[in-house]
């Protein structure tokens, strides 16, 4: 690696285009609408945008599903629209990275039909994981793996030749995973990438990242690998899940291949005697932080989502220990780290934050059965923005946590689409909550997602106190709170360098100072307690995610930067 690449101290702003914004008026989000509101992020200081998928999709898991990875969905408009969209963000200097779902096609992809259509043993099955059953007429599945999103990760095909093979889904049974042994998947993919390459995209997210390779020979497997918090019964009982992200179908040591060709495919597009730029971040669910960082090498990716904060608890202590051991383990491998608070799969972090039984741990993954105190968690969210922005490295931000968005805790089940929620029989509510339209302006029908007020998720009355226009200039704002923070961030060119732990304050507060060889720095604060800290006398407070008490000190559940 270098040491000044872009991505290194990144801001990277997740665009979820079926909820940001609707151009055509149907109630959904698209590029156009996309494309309309990229000065907002522009505006809020952001350097890249990453899309969720836009492409051709039958939309049974809101587009993780591909049907054709070269064409875009005319839910979200045309190949036009994503180059016009592209082609915007550069101009208001932002980078584009652009989700790529490898591990599984859709069951409309060309390549599903032909090998429904063809023979088992074909050409054309075998670019999936299709075998034959057990038991006398193989009617059991070929193992006993279940699905991430609950329920069988093997759906049999009716044969009309009488030999009902079964296929391998980790996800939904409209999600059939390829097989990443065959040469001719590996070669598809690639060219997948310099298609989107050659039109100007700077990077990929890579979806699952961590599936891609299965162990030899499909090996049963006892632990747990669903979403769903807390229902493993071996589970410890804190509820989370020892197998998250381990067990035969994740973490194969053969996946690094795949990505260590795809870096070739991406410095092709950089040879030009261009600096290094198009980058890619691994989406891994692999713990721990050290397993983790094996994806993150300089000649395979260049990021993956650190997810350690998506299950922390509100607890100094776990924060320190998380920070400690993501840094040291990217450090070893010259990588910078990433911080992530919320995205599309997750409940929001406000209402995780804002759960009534602090100790609750979720992973903050569809389990959602209780109603969080929507005001605490909004200011330990503003509170966590402040420690995660200071922190080094690249951090990515979820459409709507710049508004201070909760999770739509009370969505009816009648207008609920994810597939995760009918394949747990309605047990857990899903991701819904998380992916409802953004409220642009307070005072219009949607409150501005639409030209026709239409929204595809109904979105809380309550909301027009979050639209995105209620908040523009409006001190204290959660919206005027991020863009004074990726301001300064900025200025103090927070993300590079080091830090160092400040001692000296109770166990419940998290204190660091921000290290740079050419600078002076901040010092972060954030109290994490129930009781008011002192700073120190004659500290000059940068940024405060809330109103300091009249005597200076640094109520519960906020956090400030101090000049360093
Ligand atoms: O594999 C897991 C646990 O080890 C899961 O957490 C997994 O990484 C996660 O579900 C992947 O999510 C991504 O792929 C899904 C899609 O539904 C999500 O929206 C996407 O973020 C299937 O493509
Ligand atoms: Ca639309």
Redesign the pocket.
Known sequence: FGTTEWWRTAVIYQVYPRSFADGNGDGIGDLPGVTARLEHLAALGVDAVWL?PFYRSPQR??G??VADYRDVDPLFGTLDDADAMIARAHELGLRVIVDL?P??TSSEHAWFQAALAAAPGSPERGRYLFRDGQGESGELPPNNWRS??GGPAWTRVPDPAGAGQWYLH???SS?PDLDWTNPEVRAELEDVLRFWLRRGVDGFRV??A??LVKADGLPDWDGT?E?VAGTDPGAPEDGQSPA???GPM?DQDGVHDVYRAWRRVLDEFDADGERRSRALVA????EPPARLARYVRDDEMQQAFNFSFLTSLWDAAEYRRWITESLESLDAVGAPTTWVLS???VVRHPSRFGLPVPGTRTNG?FAHQTQPDEELGLRRGRAATLFMLALPGSAYLYQGEELGLPEHTTLPDDVRED??YFRTGHAEAG?DGCRVPIPWSAHEPGFGFSPTGRTWLPQPESWAAYAADAQTGVKGSTLELYRSALALRREHTLGAGGMEWVEGYPDDVLAFRTSRPDGAGVVVVANLGTTPVALPAGAKVLLASADLADDGALPADVAVWLRG
């Open positions: 969720s898991d809101a993780y599903d779902v591990n599984h991430i999103f980790l996800f939904d999600q979806d699952v961590h599936g690998v979403m998250f992200g381990s994740f989406e891994a669910w692999v995205n599309h799969d993954i597939p995760s991701r």
